[in-house]
Each structure stands twice: as structure tokens, then as C-alpha cells.
């Protein structure tokens, strides 16, 4: 068998997990670093100029987190994932480029198609809007953000959960490109 370690279907795959999902699940990292980090400034009408570049780098991490997710979520979609869906030929007996099929061909990896593509799916497109939303509080409250024990809460909890789901999938996604993978 003749693999090519750099095919296009192997670089869209490495630019949707390691680049772009990657960069994803560390500048989540960092924000929910920060989120815990940055000290509290006090509600007050002017904040000084410490809190306004706090928030401003927040928020530019906040909004790179939503856009590196929804490039994840929609290249993972429209790129990588018709590649993967591809239907063999009738009577074809070596399914090893076509991942899909070759996963359904055994039924100790069946479960990979069944349970962690139908995973993958789904829930990254969770985890892109609930960024969004958080990335659309940063922008509208600024440094109320750092201020606002509940709001700063909330918004470290959608970014716990995103980090999560991001965490799961990109798991899946390892075992699926182990067994499978796109080439």
C-alpha cells in the first residue's frame, strides 16, 4: 500500500484538527487562564486604563476563539468531511481509502462511525455558538466583564464547556484518523 504522507485530503485534515482545532482548544486555555488571572477591577464609571487593555485583550481572545471554532466547525464540514463519506465501489475488497466504509466493515470499529463521527457531527457546532456568545458578551461589556463576578462566572463556564466538547471531539477525531484516516 502506497501512502502518501502530504495528500490534499491529508493536509485539509492536519489544517481542520492540529491548526485550526489545535489553536482553538489553546487560546480556550488561555482564556480560561485569564478569565481565573485578571484581578477583579472594581465597577466604577472610568475604568482605568489597566482594565480597558485587560478587556481588550480579552476580548480580541475571546472573538479569535469564535473564529478559529467556526473555521474549525465549517472546513471539518464542507472539507474534510465529504472525503470521508465517500462510497466505495460495488465488490471493492481493500476499503482502507474510504474511512467511512472501512470503519462499518468491522464491528470492533464500527462503534468510531457510529458513536464519534455522529459526536463530531454535532457538538463542535455547539461548541462554535456557545464561543460566539461568549466572544458577543466580551464585545458588548468589555470591562464589565472583569468586574461582574456572575457575568465573569458565566462566561468561564461556557468557556469550560467549550473547552470540554472541543476536548472530546478532538479525541474522537484522533482514534477515528488513527484507524481510518484520510489519505
Known amino acids: ?89 460495488e465488490g471493492l475488497t481493500d476499503l482502507s481509502q474510504y474511512p467511512r466504509a472501512f470503519l462499518l466493515s468491522s464491528p470492533g470499529t464500527a ?7 455522529e459526536v463530531k457531527e454535532h457538538v463542535p457546532w455547539i461548541a462554535a455558538m456557545l464561543s460566539t456568545a461568549v466572544a458577543f458578551v466580551g464585545m458588548q461589556y468589555r470591562t464589565t466583564l472583569l468586574s461582574d463576578s ?7 463556564t461556557m468557556l469550560a464547556i467549550c473547552f470540554a466538547l472541543v476536548a472530546g471531539v478532538a479525541l474522537l477525531g484522533v482514534f477515528i484518523n488513527k484507524v481510518a484516516p484520510l489519505e
Do not use: C, K
Open 111 to 117: 462503534w468510531l462511525h457510529r458513536f464519534g463521527m
Open 150 to 156: 456572575r457575568l465573569r462566572r458565566m462566561s468561564s
Open 1 to 89: 500500500m502506497n501512502t502518501l504522507l502530504f495528500s490534499s485530503e491529508s493536509i485539509w485534515t492536519m489544517l481542520h484538527g492540529l491548526v485550526l482545532g489545535g489553536g482553538a482548544m489553546l487560546a480556550l486555555a488561555a482564556a480560561l487562564f485569564a478569565m481565573r488571572a485578571m484581578p477583579a477591577t472594581p465597577a466604577m464609571d472610568a475604568p482605568d486604563a489597566r482594565a480597558r487593555v485587560q478587556s481588550r485583550y480579552l476580548t480580541g481572545l475571546l472573538v479569535a476563539i469564535a473564529v478559529l471554532l467556526w473555521l474549525t466547525v465549517i472546513g471539518g464540514t464542507y472539507i474534510v468531511f465529504p472525503p470521508y463519506r465517500a462510497t466505495p465501489p
